[in-house]
């Protein structure tokens, strides 16, 4: 749309017109003696042109036709020359600055080639026309003005654009905005949830299988179960304290856990028959909250699929590779003794999926597949992630997704 779309802008322009039709034709009409004097005939005329600019816009052919008719009757007619025109060329002006840009362009340059046919046909009639340089010189203003107002239609439309395409960058960042922090949420409780109902399902078995044989085994069970579902009370409130932003605005955008609590989750895997062998680095003491977290959560989630999917496994190897420096790298690796991939073309759940975005999220990769074998006994599964070390730049083709081996079946909790 156009600067004159609305009504108010355009009662503006031909409240000016009018004024300046009016008084300048009092002084053309004194200053040429054989023109005719100014009448009611010639005011009605003369109030044609603003008129047809507030009324008949949303119609441009409409008004050019009918203000440049009225300003031809009263060239014709023998009233003064010159004022007259402010008229037709206000309208031509008023047409292109609305509606359709291409539309409003024909019409306004249609309307300028009738408004010059007007004025050579009242110069042809009338004894008393100016001289020939005096019409081009009035022809050649004319389109000045066009060219003028067409620039202004077209800076006008490029702001317009602009404004646009910033209200939809600006949309489209809220919605990204909404569903980074919907992935997120869905993430954190994943990862809190998945794990400590497996542990708890794992050790509810327990417990129902051995309450007439072994009470007291039983009991261990029934208070494993009270311990688990107490730490994921406490993590889920992490979780809900850092969605709901109590720790202002310098919180960071997930809960945070140290490497400290690794055998803490090596405790709760052993709880459910798996010895897991724990190896982390002295070095990776010295990462940051974010990535420490990622270890974690890698760790966690691994375990939790040993748990989960890989029910005749007996072992998990756990090992945290920290090699610091310009060039260094974090490596996790978790491999476990169970059953190798149930089906290469098995669709990757929520767990794995949450691993990779953390993984990618810090500039690394992540490959979870069955570990190679070569006595082809089929067992065995692998999940390795590997992101440089804090100050480090990852070294091209290191980020992404990377093509991974067949993955054992995982299904969302």
Known sequence: MGPLDRRRPRVFLAVVLAVVSLVGTVGATHGQPSARPLDLAAVGLLLVSPLALV???????????????????????????????????????????????????????????????????????????????????GTAWTVVVLLVAGAVRDRAARIAAAREADRVARAERERTAVADERLRIAREVHDVL???????????????????????????????????????????????????????????????????????????????????????????????????GVVYRVVQESLTNVRRHALDATRAEVRVRARPGPEGAVTVTVTDDGAGASSSGAEPGYGLRGMRERVES?????????????????????????????????????TGRPEEAPHRAEEAP
């Open 194 to 292: 998945a794990h400590s109902l497996s542990a708890i399902t794992v050790q509810a078995g327990v417990g129902l299988h051995l309450l007439d044989r072994d009470p007291d085994q039983a009991r261990s069970a029934l208070a494993a179960i009270r311990t688990t579902s107490a730490e994921a009370l406490d993590e889920v409130r992490a979780v809900l304290g850092v969605v709901r932003g109590d720790g202002g605005d310098g919180a960071p955008l997930a809960p945070t856990w140290d490497l400290a609590a690794l055998p803490r989750l090596a405790q709760q895997a052993e709880a459910g028959g798996v010895a897991v062998v724990l190896d982390v680095d002295d070095a990776a003491s010295d990462l940051p909250d974010r990535l420490a």
């Open 362 to 398: 810090v500039s690394g990769t992540l490959v979870a597949g069955p570990v190679p074998d070569a006595a082809g006994s089929g067992r065995g599964f692998r999940v390795r992630a590997v992101f440089p070390w804090p100050g480090t730049t990852p070294a091209p083709g290191t």
């Open 55 to 137: 009324l008949l816009v949303p119609r441009p052919a409409v008004a050019v036709v009918v203000s440049v008719g009225a300003a031809g009757v009263f060239l014709v007619a023998g009233y003064a020359w010159g004022p007259v025109l402010a008229g037709p060329v206000g309208v031509l002006v008023g047409v292109l600055l609305t509606g359709p840009a291409e539309r409003a362009r024909r019409v306004a340059w249609g309307g300028a080639v009738l408004l010059a046919g007007a004025v050579v046909a009242a110069a042809a009639l009338r004894p008393d026309s100016p001289p020939r340089a005096t019409l081009l010189g």
